[in-house]
DNA sequence: TGGGTGACCATAG
DNA sequence: ACTATGGCCACCC
């Protein structure tokens, strides 16, 4: 259908918009495209970003509590770790340091 | 048609 | 910090 393509696109079009060093969350993302689909879909549109065209940040995606959730879906469990640690995050027990600081809001920037 | 499973979230104990 | 619910909705049997 449309509509959910619409959808997935609208999602990846939002995380290609997190600056470098920044974070949010999956249901961050569902509420700013109007809280219509739940964020589980958010979810499971990442599952499927690695195979778009445009590159999507992934990793920039964590979910409420700034634990890194995902990380089992990228080519290895660490590489998600690696790419926010490369951007100036710091990480403790797959939770993000200062998570409030770094965390970008979708509403806000639009 | 229906049950199980999620890269989720909120609330409660 | 942990489990247990209930809601959420696409996907796969």
Partial sequence: MKTQ???F????AIVRLIPKGRVT??????KSLGAIRSSRMVGWAMNLSHSQEIYVPAHRVVNRNGELTGKLHFATPFLMKELLEKEGIVIIKE???NFNIHFWDPMQEL
């Fill in 9 to 12: 696109q609208n999602v990846y």
């Fill in 5 to 7: 393509d619409d959808f």
């Fill in 25 to 30: 969350s999956y249901g961050a993302i569902a």
């Fill in 95 to 97: 939770k993000i340091l």
